[in-house]
């Protein structure tokens, strides 16, 4: 090892889920380690452009979600355009495009979350790739890493795997469950086009123009086959080729503009993701598990609810069960959380993995504090600390 160094916390992964939970412990006082591979902190949202902040609200005038998550979300406009709709408590199931939720730019957000992480004294390891889980007596007690100071190791009281395809657990031994991915795409590009209108309306939001290819739904080639492929996240072969396919979907579209008369001059792209945009790849088998059919369903160890982004008035507890993997010393947050089916499309986006993010920084701190592990602590802690930062974790909280 060319390095060795020890915290209270260790974070691995500053997608969203890992900005709440590194910022939730370190306000608390504890030393925190944020390691991400990438130079972006905000995963999805920054460097893979995927620049909507789904609801906080449930889509009929009540917010659900608090905390971090209400935080980042005014955050992620600070440095850029993004406005929050006035009349998003006016939502309904027939209007629900009104909810409490921003489009922002995602370098906006990236300068944004830097900010909040250095204030709140998060050691950030950025550049910095996870390569192997400690795992000591059953406990996992740390995670090896390399970078360009070369191999070291990290240790840690407690560790948070919020890396999104749940590497550290992975690396742990923890069972798993995983899904593939249809091909997708989302980039920014520019246009005479969007310029003129810019100007006309005097709006640079105009300038932002994204272009998609596919969507959850109908995921679709530039030449408008369906495209079925089960890439998966967690095969390096199919990593490479899921980037590759997206992108070549996205030549043969301005191939196509420009065989029907647009010049190139006037209409290209400008910004591809960093990362690849994967929806789904590994879920931890958890103490419990959310799935399909469980809206609306009260959970005695709830931390949490979550908007399902995708219809009105269908809002989720989450469990703190979906948190905890089978290995002792650690615990998850974001999309790689014990959420499967139907349930994974709604815990997996911004909001929620704020959310558990969060929490875990709280379950860690209290595991620190408390000498012990988060499989270990009482929900009740937990929930008394939720209480304490007025973050409604039962449905009957926010009047539904």
Known sequence: MNFEKNCDVLVAGAGVAGVTAAVEAARAGLKTILV???????????????????????????????????????????????????????????????RYQVEFSPASFALALDEVLTEAGVDVWYDTLVCATRVERGRVTGVEVENKSGRGLLRAACVVDATGDGDVAHRAGCRFDEEGNKTTLWAVQSSLDAARKAVEKGDGTLLFNAHHLGDEGEAITAEGKKQTHPWRGTDGRSV????????????????????????????????????PQFRTTRAIKGRSTLRSGMSGKRFEDSIGLAADWRQADSVWEVPYGTMIPDVSGLVTAGRCISSVEDAWEVTRVIPAAALTGQVAGIAATLAVRGKTTPDRLDIKDIQNALSRKKMPFHLDQVGR
């Open 240 to 275: 490479s080729r899921f980037v590759l396919e997206g992108r070549r979907c996205l030549r043969e579209h301005y191939r196509k503009a420009m065989e029907e008369g647009r010049r190139r001059q006037d209409f290209y792209p400008i910004l591809l993701p960093s990362m």
């Open 36 to 98: 991400e591979k990438t130079i972006f902190s905000g995963g999805l949202a920054t460097a893979g452009i995927v620049y909507i902040y789904l609801p906080l609200c449930d889509g009929v005038g009540r917010q659900v979600t608090f905390g971090l998550a209400e935080e980042l979300l005014h955050l992620s406009h600070r440095y850029g355009p993004g406005e929050i709709p006035e009349d998003w408590r006016l939502s309904t199931k027939e209007k629900s495009e009104g």
